[in-house]
């Protein structure tokens, strides 16, 4: 039987560990940031335009949901076959630190409405269709020397 860290169950235990949160880390790093960005603008327009009702709620998650079909629908998402696994981000892509780009610029694109229920039916749109575009331009730059076009 082997003691200590080396070599014994301990250390198979800690590498299995490392190997698991790498993996999770992995799978998790695009829908990390696309929940960051777009509860962080949710976030952002509350604070800026105080809480809503129902009705600019409905709307915010309105605006998400249209602006990413409507994103999908432009690249031509809905004649393709799925992709490989979720994931998929590689190198620097892992740090995935879109959200600190994609909510300022979502709330800064609301300031000009006038209309509480309005901006936040835009600030969904802009979240959802930034996080999508700039997560599209890092897995792009990242995958520089793969066959994917």
Known sequence: ??????????????GGLRTATREA??????PQGFTLSVAGTLAAVVGQRGMPGPWAAWL?????GLGFCALLLA???HH?????????????????????AVVPAAVLGTTW??????AF??????????????????ARLTSRGDDRG
């Open 75 to 77: 690249v031509g998402a």
């Open 60 to 64: 915010f998650v309105t605006g998400a």
């Open 113 to 118: 409405i006038a209309t509480g229920a309005v």
């Open 121 to 138: 039916f835009v600030a969904g749109a802009i979240a959802v269709i930034g996080y999508l575009v700039l997560l599209g331009a890092l």
């Open 25 to 30: 880390g992995l799978l998790l790093g695009a």
């Open 1 to 14: 039987m082997t003691g200590g860290c080396r070599g014994g169950r301990a250390a198979r235990g800690i």
């Open 80 to 100: 393709e076959r799925a992709v490989h696994p979720p994931g998929g981000l590689r190198g620097g892509a892992v740090f995935n630190l879109l959200p600190v």
